[in-house]
């Protein structure tokens, strides 16, 4: 017998005046294009996500983990089809870990981190991810 695969599901709304609302509650984000396009979003999307894979890992390994994360991306014309999309996005992580474990440990958390966030995962492109651990590059 094969093992069923886990399955995620989402939903969210936008009213008449573009406020979104999560199926989860919680308050509206409002629509103020100015200030959050679909693209800032997507930023803190993938930013949220990378940070919530890497508590889980970190969690598992037996680490409380601090961390924070900046986002950028550059979107202009793909040159394979001509297409407005993103074509750069990198992602700088400061994460701080209660005690570091050993680099080949640490380098496989950060690994693990990456794969597992669903939204990273959904890209056309891969994101460059910077990660700075107590202090260190592990660029």
């Known amino acids: 017998m094969s093992a069923r695969p886990r399955v995620f599901s989402y939903e969210v ?3 008449g005046g573009w406020a979104a ?4 509650g919680g308050t509206p984000i409002p629509n103020e294009e100015e200030a959050w ?3 800032h979003l997507l930023l803190v999307g993938l930013s949220r996500c990378i ?3 890497l508590r889980y890992h970190a969690r598992r390994a037996g680490h409380a983990p601090e961390a924070s994360a900046a986002a950028e991306g550059v979107v202009t014309r793909r040159e394979e089809d001509g297409r407005f999309a993103f074509v750069e996005i990198r992602v700088r992580l400061d994460v701080r ?5 050993p680099a080949e ?3 496989a958390l950060v690994a693990r981190a990456e794969r597992d966030c669903f ?7 891969t994101p460059d991810y910077q990660w700075t651990v ?3 590059d592990l660029s």
């Open 134 to 136: 107590n202090g260190e």
């Open 21 to 24: 609302t999560s199926s989860r």
């Open 37 to 39: 396009t679909p693209e």
């Open 97 to 101: 870990l209660d005690a570091a474990p």
């Open 51 to 53: 940070l919530t894979s």
């Open 13 to 15: 709304s936008l009213d």
């Open 105 to 107: 440990e640490l380098r």
């Open 119 to 125: 939204v990273g995962a959904s890209l056309a492109l």
